[in-house]
């Protein structure tokens, strides 16, 4: 997708297309480190286009992965529900994956970003990784509804090619008047 490492089938972190092409079996549960609660000022810039903001990010360079720094935010261990998901043999011909491995956080069942995608010969081929923290929803009626997946970092770590794609996310959308009411949904359909 527009020159990077992520696919159209990377985009839903779950089962892409259509679920019924795919074997899905349950491995159980593992604890994962995640960066889940991340330092929300760390959001605000991303950086430039060639380095994260410094003050979260230690230098990324040509086959190393720019790495949150301790500002960035506490690292936890999630407990997680992993599950793999494999194209059935009927529909795998020409397929870019053997297999994907998913994890799928217990408190919030958002898949906390990590992903490990495999080559249709087996190998482990890309790495996903999204450091987030739960945003409240502005105006939600005095309750502090979270949206789970607010503002985000996304790295797709391609192990075959030796690069990685980061995708920041801003918080520009968190205006709910704006984007979520009715009027605002009239507005989008004109």
């Given at each position: 997708m527009f020159g990077s490492d992520y696919l159209i089938d990377d985009e839903g972190d779950g089962p892409p297309g259509l679920p019924q092409l795919f074997k899905i079996d349950y491995l159980g549960e593992k604890k994962i480190l995640a960066l889940e609660h991340a330092t929300p000022a760390a959001f605000d810039s991303p950086?430039?286009?060639i380095q994260l903001d410094d003050r979260y990010y230690?230098?990324?360079?040509?086959g190393i992965v720019p790495f949150p720094k301790p500002a960035m935010g506490e690292w936890e261990l999630?407990?997680?529900y992993?599950?793999?998901l494999a194209r059935l043999p009927?529909?795998?011909?020409?397929?870019?994956?053997?297999?994907?491995?998913m994890y799928v956080d217990k408190e919030n069942y958002f898949g906390a970003g990590e992903l490990d995608l495999y080559t249709p010969q087996g190998a482990l081929f890309k790495s996903q990784l999204v450091?987030?923290?739960?945003?409240?929803?502005?105006?939600?009626g005095g309750d502090s509804v979270e949206l789970?997946?607010?503002?985000?970092v996304g790295f797709l770590v391609n192990f075959a090619n030796r690069h990685v794609t980061v995708s920041p996310v801003s918080g520009g959308y968190m205006d709910i008047h704006r984007y979520a009411s009715?009027?605002?949904l009239m507005k989008v359909v004109r």
């Amino acid at each position: 997708m527009f020159g990077s490492d992520y696919l159209i089938d990377d985009e839903g972190d779950g089962p892409p297309g259509l679920p019924q092409l795919f074997k899905i079996d349950y491995l159980g549960e593992k604890k994962i480190l995640a960066l889940e609660h991340a330092t929300p000022a760390a959001f605000d810039s991303p950086g430039g286009p060639i380095q994260l903001d410094d003050r979260y990010y230690y230098p990324g360079s040509l086959g190393i992965v720019p790495f949150p720094k301790p500002a960035m935010g506490e690292w936890e261990l999630r407990d997680s529900y992993v599950i793999s998901l494999a194209r059935l043999p009927s529909a795998s011909s020409g397929y870019c994956y053997s297999r994907r491995i998913m994890y799928v956080d217990k408190e919030n069942y958002f898949g906390a970003g990590e992903l490990d995608l495999y080559t249709p010969q087996g190998a482990l081929f890309k790495s996903q990784l999204v450091f987030l923290y739960p945003a409240v929803i502005p105006d939600s009626g005095g309750d502090s509804v979270e949206l789970l997946s607010g503002p985000n970092v996304g790295f797709l770590v391609n192990f075959a090619n030796r690069h990685v794609t980061v995708s920041p996310v801003s918080g520009g959308y968190m205006d709910i008047h704006r984007y979520a009411s009715p009027d605002a949904l009239m507005k989008v359909v004109r």
